[in-house]
């Protein structure tokens, strides 16, 4: 062993769970937290380089595995989500292709059922529009076909502009112009077209005289 390859500094990056491994004076290795806490290297240790790698190489697996059921275990991900996580955290690509490979073949992982889970939590919890929830979706590296079959199973298009209606009489506030009414409706992700119809049918009920609603928007 060359007595040279001193393990010379470990160190934690801020709000990251990587780990930063200095062999004699040097960058050497990033490697995750768990993965370290395996290896059980300290500063001043002496080391033979190809023997840490072939160790990583023997605990990332198990530990990346372990690292995707407690995410999972606090919520639902999309695959990108996941392989986010893990590349974060500091697992080589391979891992992190071995580790999603198996979530996906044991089910654990389902960007289909994830995305009508996800439609379902902001189109009847939050009572966003398809516009917002669709961007929300994307975001999570959900594509675009996915996304769109999940809204669809959720909230027809064809349905929108009547749950525009039931949201503008639910957010209408005594003293409100069609303007201020619409907007509210276009921030949760209604078309500036429906939020308007719908808003003007809002604002002509509260100020009809006898007080009947309008039938429609």
Known sequence: MDTHNEITAIRTRRGSKRREVDLDGAVWLTVPKPVLAGLGLSSGDIVDPDDVIARVAELEPSAARERSLRLLAYRDRSE???????TDDGYSSSTVDQAVQWLLDTGLLDDERFAEQLARSLIVGRRYGRTRSLRYLQRTGILDEIAR????????????????????????RTGDN????????VRRGYTPSDSLT????????AGSADGTPLEGC
């Open 80 to 86: 990108a989500e996941m392989r986010s996580k893990l």
């Open 149 to 172: 079959q999940a809204l669809d199973a959720v909230a027809p298009e064809e349905h929108e502009r009547d749950r525009t209606l039931v949201l503008a009489r639910s957010l209408y």
């Open 178 to 185: 069609v303007e201020r009414l619409a907007s509210r409706l």
């Open 198 to 205: 719908c808003a003007r049918t809002v604002i002509a009920d």
